[in-house]
């Protein structure tokens, strides 16, 4: 690893492998440390060389914990994941680690989703793969939202007004003891006017409502996820 990094140095060949286990003992308390100096050297490296942004993958590991890493040994290269999946993570989640990147990094990360196929996310992940485009969507709304609340422009939780109640009549309710999935969406407009969704995934009826604006409720560009 040494002799690859220019900005690296042995100082310690005191080590002597004397057997099969000792190698084993000793290799699984150096490789977390290698890799995590591997990644530190490689970003300071991209940085001298005058890359403007690192990026990394959700690609068998972890795409933020680099990233971490990342920002304490650079200064001005920008930072970023390509792409982290959204759909496993909740967007509160998301938001959180985002943000305490964006204060490790000094405002430098950009973070970068993707949806995925539905086989690794139902398979990988144990999520449940619907309509990616609209919950893509409402994940980003939603990671603003909390963003916004993070920089005190907003409170989500006391902003907070019910819409009403509304009855999906063609869709029954489940028998006792049945688990069945009902999956609910919401997306509005820039008039207020909601429009509300369900589908039963084990009949695959559905059926959607419209929500109009009035005046009791609050208008659109007030509105949180």
């Known amino acids: 690893i040494a002799g690859q990094q220019a900005d690296l140095a042995v100082t310690d060949r005191s080590m002597i492998w004397n057997s099969d286990l000792m190698e084993t003992l000793e290799l699984t308390n150096l490789i977390p440390n290698a890799l995590a100096t591997v990644v530190a050297a490689e970003a300071r490296n991209a940085e001298a060389l005058g890359f403007d942004g690192i990026t990394t993958p959700e690609a068998g590991h972890d795409p933020f914990l680099p990233l971490a890493i990342a920002a304490e040994h650079t200064r001005s290269v920008q930072l970023g994941t390509n792409v982290a999946i959204a759909f496993p993570r909740s967007p509160m989640v998301t938001a959180q680690v985002a943000w305490d990147l964006q204060a490790l990094s000094n405002g430098r990360f950009r973070l970068g989703l993707g949806t995925q196929v ?13 309509h990616p485009g609209p919950w893509l969507r409402e994940y980003v709304l939603a990671l603003r939202a909390i963003f916004r609340a993070f920089q005190g422009e907003e409170k989500v939780a006391s902003h907070n007004t019910p819409l009403g109640e509304f009855e999906f009549t063609g869709i029954s309710p489940a028998p006792s003891g049945e688990n069945r999935e009902i999956i609910v969406r919401f997306d509005y407009d820039v008039n207020g006017i909601v429009q509300v969704s369900a589908i039963d995934r084990l009949t695959n009826r559905s059926e959607k409502i419209t929500v109009t604006a009035s005046p009791g409720r609050r208008a659109r560009s007030s509105w949180s996820i």
Not at 118 to 130: C, L, P, S
């Open 118 to 130: 539905k086989a690794h996310i139902e398979r990988r992940y144990g999520v449940t793969y619907e």
